[in-house]
Nanobody, 124 residues
Framework: QVQLVESGGGLVQAGGSLKLSCAASGGTSSNYAMAWFRQAPGKEREFVAIINSSDDSTDYADSVKGRFTISRDSAKNTASLQMNRLTPEDTAVYYC?????????????????WGQGRQVTVSS
């Protein structure tokens, strides 16, 4: 079982930037695809971005395309989410997820390993 520890996030004004990081340990975490989800108050957890372990290919939710960038450092078993041009609608708790099977990381109900979550708040 992989363990995930997130860092970063915080409070920023609309239009600003924040970065989240996720460190993975345990298992064969270097072979895990990694993803970010978010959950706003009163809403369901939703997919944000994913990066594959085999070729570093990425995919994004339409709501963040062109503003967010997911990347990974395989040597350090970390994944990051750079968030630019943030809006109040991006306010949520952001969760890191990881799995050896890429396809499990597009829906929260198929994710088996979660980080503890980091708050991102964007003020207007």
């Amino acid at each position: 079982q992989v363990q995930l520890v997130e860092s970063g996030g915080g409070l920023v004004q609309a239009g600003g930037s924040l970065k989240l990081s996720c460190a993975a340990s345990g298992g064969t975490s270097s072979n895990y695809a990694m993803a970010w989800f978010r959950q706003a108050p009163g809403k369901e957890r939703e997919f944000v971005a994913i990066i594959n372990s085999s070729d570093d290919s990425t995919d994004y939710a339409d709501s963040v395309k062109g503003r967010f960038t997911i990347s990974r450092d395989s040597a350090k078993n970390t994944a990051s989410l750079q968030m630019n041009r943030l809006t109040p609608e991006d306010t949520a708790v952001y969760y890191c997820a990881a799995d050896p099977l890429y396809v499990r990381l597009f829906r929260p109900d198929t994710v088996r390993s979660w980080g503890q979550g980091r708050q991102v708040t964007v003020s207007s």
